[in-house]
């Protein structure tokens, strides 16, 4: 009997199976529970359901309006930020660079929360009592407090790679400052911003912990549905997870497909 | 010359004051962990009240103890089964290697409730309870594409005809895989380990779906004490003051003592 010749290609065995069984699966499961009702039966009474009823509806469209404001809230302030790192010759901006993703490294829920006694210190002061009932202001700067990083650290590594010549080649060729930010910096830094983008609409849409203890839990985004239906109803919960995984893939499909990502939380590492 | 002094002065400010927006909650807490006082805004003085508070209260040490325990397990795994995967897909034929690729990005790129959820239902439909087993699977979906991903880079760089090379000369293919190929991608192993260790200490949903009962961490902990909210939670809340403020300064000597030695290296290669 021959043993056969071990190959290097086996090894990929386990994390197949792994994937299929943990990730395949799941989303089957998911998908199977959107379209059947309660007895089981194939139906599409979950989406004409969720879709009829104006409450949810309105409440998307806060959701889609709250994550797209934390998102261009985002991008102002981490695209000059990252431009500077990226284009400054100190010798310490990676200790800069550290400072903005250190607190990442305290767990999220920790971070808000004392978030949260910052507003309530605030909102003690004379003048600012408004700021205790300004649920949607606390929750947009939360979210934005949040996810920051995400968005910095995917534009100053896309603006790093950006080659220096040509910006050079931009000024001999008689472009101003203007020019040149808006034809090279702004077109090169695109990958960056796309996927900064996704790194931060996505969770503030569905990070119903941030919204819940800045909101005084009477801001409701997507993401609380699904909890919300996990507890009574879990085709009506697969149903809207159902839609989150379509808005990803349709989003990661339109913004270059399944490539290898900025690696965004190891970059530093 | 005196607009780029005016220019470099204004950059300087607003990285600064992006940087004060970051910090200013965590050292806020920092400052008010070392205060008698359980609500902020209120001195009473200096104590260390809030430490011996954290340090004797056995549940908060448990879930202490649970969280970084959690996190350990699962890098481990998570890095053991990574580097294998990506060694394997790195090998497959292409269309092989895009498959189980696209398959791995799909909890990177997934909104963490929806994979958390299908994780949860599915656990039920086939019948297995929620243990801390599913708890582990949980945090391993989430940690192992991120390790694959840290991974494949460094196989690519890697010089193949080493490998080669061993097995000519009379290696066995383990011992060949143990002592030529590891070597050259273990940078990218232990990048995604500390990766994957920061994933699993930062969860929250995932946690929750597929936690077994009674279990906890520090973030289902402070996120249930918070949304409480009563009299007894001031006292506990205000203990994770000095539990915020730990953390924080045991990060901040992580990356000085970091940047140190790697500036020594450097030093020693000059």
């Known amino acids: 009997m021959k043993i056969p010749r071990f190959s290097r290609k086996t090894l990929c065995i386990p994390y197949a199976v792994f994937l299929i069984f943990f990730v395949i699966v799941p989303m089957l499961v998911i998908l199977f529970y959107a379209f059947t009702d309660r007895n089981m039966h194939i139906s599409f009474s979950n989406f004409i359901r969720f879709f009829s009823d104006p409450t949810k509806l309105s409440t998307i469209v806060y959701s889609l309006v709250i994550a797209l404001i934390t998102t261009v809230i985002c991008l102002v302030i981490a695209f000059p930020v990252a431009y500077i790192l990226a284009h400054s010759r100190m010798k310490k901006k990676f200790v800069i660079l550290m400072l903005f993703v250190l607190p990442m490294w305290i767990n999220f829920v920790l971070r808000v929360n004392a978030l949260r006694e910052l507003f309530n210190l605030f909102s003690s002061l004379d003048g600012l009592e408004g700021l205790a009932n300004a649920n949607y202001f606390k929750t947009v700067f939360g979210m934005v407090y ?25 000024y001999d060729l008689g472009a101003g400052a203007v020019t040149t930010f808006v034809r090279i910096t702004i077109p090169l830094s695109m990958p960056g911003v796309m996927s900064g983008v996704t790194m931060v609409f996505l969770p503030s849409m569905t990070n119903y912990v941030v919204s819940d203890m800045l909101g005084n839990a009477k801001v409701t985004i997507i993401g609380k549905f699904i909890y919300e239906y996990f507890g009574t109803d879990w085709h009506m919960g697969s149903m809207v997870a159902l839609v989150l995984l379509i808005v990803v893939f349709v989003s990661t499909w339109l913004s270059g497909g399944f490539k290898s990502e900025e690696n965004v939380r190891g970059t530093t590492l | 010359m005196k607009k780029t002094i005016v220019g470099k002065c204004l950059k300087a400010a607003f990285v600064g004051l992006v940087l004060l927006l970051l910090y200013a909650p965590i050292l806020l807490l920092a400052v008010y962990s070392f205060d008698k006082t359980d609500m902020i805004g209120k001195t009473e003085g200096f104590s260390l009240a809030h430490y011996t508070a954290l340090f004797s209260d056995s549940k908060v040490l448990g879930m202490i103890g649970n969280t970084f325990l959690l996190a350990f397990v699962a890098a481990a795994l998570s890095t053991v089964l990574g580097t294998l995967g990506a060694l394997g897909m790195f090998y497959c034929k292409k269309r092989v290697k895009g498959a189980v690729h696209a398959v791995s990005q799909i909890p990177v790129i997934n909104a963490e409730i929806v994979t958390a959820l299908a994780l949860a239902i599915t656990f039920v439909v086939v019948g297995i309870g929620k243990s801390y087993f599913t708890l582990v699977i ?14 494949i880079p460094k196989l690519k760089q890697m010089d193949n005809s080493l490998y080669e090379a061993a097995l000519d000369l009379g290696a066995s293919p383990f011992k060949a895989l143990w002592k030529v190929i590891l070597p050259q991608i273990i940078p990218g192993v232990i990048s995604g380990f500390m990766l994957a260790v920061t994933l699993s200490l930062d969860d929250y949903i995932v946690t929750v779906y597929t936690r077994p009962s009674g279990f906890e961490t520090i973030s289902t902990y402070v996120f249930n004490a918070t949304m409480k909210g009563n009299k007894h939670t001031a006292a506990t809340l205000s203990s994770f003051w000095a539990l915020t403020t730990i953390i924080f300064l045991l990060i901040v000597v992580f990356v000085i003592v970091s940047n140190l030695t790697s500036l020594r290296k450097k030093e020693a290669r000059r």
């Open chain 1, 146 to 170: 949040d996810f920051l990083p995400f968005m910095i650290l995917p534009l100053y590594t896309t603006m790093l790679k950006i080659d220096r010549s040509l910006y050079e080649a931009s």
């Open chain 2, 138 to 151: 949980g945090h391993m979906v989430i940690c192992t594409p991120f390790v694959v991903l840290s991974v």
